[in-house]
């Protein structure tokens, strides 16, 4: 069996502890020893201490916050509640292995379509992703919007698709980071989501765990993200690219801009219809073409230590041309068909799924004009009230709710220009959400003068 060198065991640490002693010393404000936080980790995945002193822990940390130095132990201890993966074995030989993660937005899918511009470089992909988390929704829930597809993959099929295929998208499970399997969906129902350690240790357990060599970490700021400004995702871009390095994975950090939805669609479906179209060469979607294009190229050229410009924008033309030809949508397909999807459900004849049980409604602005800002984070909210979204752990999403043909900051609406359409399961859920809606999009007169920023700020 190829697959049996490459796990590297889980490390659990059962240590005598009371949990409330370990919350009350986190409450008070007192660092917590790497013994401390082990334990606890182990504890938390056992199942002997249960949710709600965990969810005691994360709101403790949430306020107190964490050092550098313990942040790494909990990271390490999340890392260490599973199996990682180590590729330096002979079957996966010279390959080199890559992943990118986002800390999350409103219409942020770009990782649907940078796996398979990865796999077309010839690199290869272990992505291990996530669900919804708060207002943003997750790389996992889009994907098994897809009828048949499981990110549920055994450790052993997870490696062996990545070795035969170049790549696969996989999740937390109770194998592989099982601590962030945890603690991700407490943290996602207990508003314990915008914190710089918890977010570090998150991504980075994930990560590390994959045993890859180059990462691109797509840091948010702005409206719809969970640091809010430039400079808190600038200290959170610092801190994971800190750990990354001191691990020896190369890691480079993309400040980007949530200030409005990626793209023009936000919902499970919706999203992955819009990645589609993308791997279509259609023109529809230029910003998430261009992140998802910037952010791949980068990261081939970390992995193979080149970094010239030339380099970059040889990388560049060739992942745009693998949009265009339809190679990407092809490896996109190739991946999810083993990943369980009905090959038939993928092709543009029969994509039946998409329109799901739901009614489409225009929503139109109060007065007519440009989009000078979008409180992005509220538009989030809508789809989880929705139903896009979690309110309890075991909640079910209906992958079919969501905005489309959503209006960008600078572009006019009027009495036949929606700010967005609506697709909802009922009228009256629909009614529930248009004012939240309405008013998240700040519409002055078209004479204003409203400045676009850039998608990406800037590279640390
Ligand atoms: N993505 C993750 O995997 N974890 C977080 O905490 C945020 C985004």
Request: aromatic letters at 6%.
């Amino acid at each position: 069996m190829p697959t049996k060198t490459i796990f590297v065991k889980p490390i659990i640490k059962e240590v005598l502890l009371i949990p409330q002693e370990i919350i009350r010393k986190k409450r008070n404000g007192h660092p917590l020893s790497e013994q401390e936080l082990s334990a606890f980790v182990s504890g938390l995945v056992t199942g002997k201490i249960p949710d709600y002193q965990v969810s005691a822990l994360l709101m403790a940390i949430y306020f107190q916050g964490m050092s550098p130095v313990e942040t790494s132990f909990l990271l390490k201890a999340m890392m260490e509640s599973g199996i990682r993966f180590d590729w330096k074995t002979k079957e996966a030989g010279s390959k080199i292995f890559v992943d990118k993660h986002s800390t999350g937005g409103v219409g942020d899918k770009t990782s649907l379509i940078i796996l398979p511009l990865l796999i077309a470089e010839g690199l290869n992909v272990p992505m291990i992703a996530g669900r919804g988390l708060g207002h943003t929704g997750g790389t996992l829930d889009k994907l098994e919007s897809i009828p048949g597809v499981s990110t549920q993959l055994s450790p052993e099929t997870f490696t062996q698709q990545v070795l035969t295929i170049g790549g696969a998208f996989g999740a937390q499970t109770l194998e592989f980071v099982p601590a962030d399997k945890k603690l991700y969906a407490l943290r996602d129902v207990t508003s314990t989501v915008e914190s710089i350690p918890l977010i570090v240790a998150s991504i980075m357990s994930k990560k590390l765990g994959e045993g890859i060599g180059a990462l691109v970490l797509d840091v948010k700021f702005g409206s719809g993200s969970f640091m809010g400004s430039l400079d808190r995702a600038e200290e959170l871009g610092k801190a994971m690219k800190a750990v990354g390095m001191a691990s020896g994975c190369l890691v480079e950090v993309a400040l980007t801009s949530m200030n409005q939805p990626l793209g023009r669609t936000a919902g499970h479906t919706l999203e992955v219809l819009e990645c589609i179209e993308i791997m279509e060469g259609k023109n529809t979607s230029q910003d998430t073409k261009e992140l998802s294009l910037q952010l791949a190229a980068r990261l081939a050229c970390l992995a193979r230590k080149q970094s010239d410009a030339a380099e970059f924008q040889k990388t560049y033309e060739r992942m745009n041309r693998s949009l265009e030809d339809g190679t990407a949508l092809e490896i996109f397909h190739k991946v999810l068909v083993k990943q369980g999807a009905q090959s038939q459900s993928l092709k543009l004849v029969d994509r039946s799924w998409i329109d799901g049980e739901t009614q489409k409604f225009p929503v139109f602005a109060k007065t007519k004009g440009k989009i000078q800002s979008i409180e992005t984070r509220n538009l989030g909210l809508a789809l989880l009230e929705l139903g896009g979204g979690r309110k309890k752990t075991d909640d079910k999403i209906n992958p079919c709710v969501g905005l489309s043909q959503i209006l960008k900051i600078g572009e006019a609406t009027d009495s036949s220009q929606p700010l967005c359409f609506v697709n909802a399961a009922t009228e009256a859920d629909f009614e529930s959400v248009r004012d939240k809606i309405v008013d998240a999009f700040f519409v002055v007169d078209e004479k204003v003068n409203v400045k676009c920023e850039d998608l990406i700020h800037s590279w640390l």
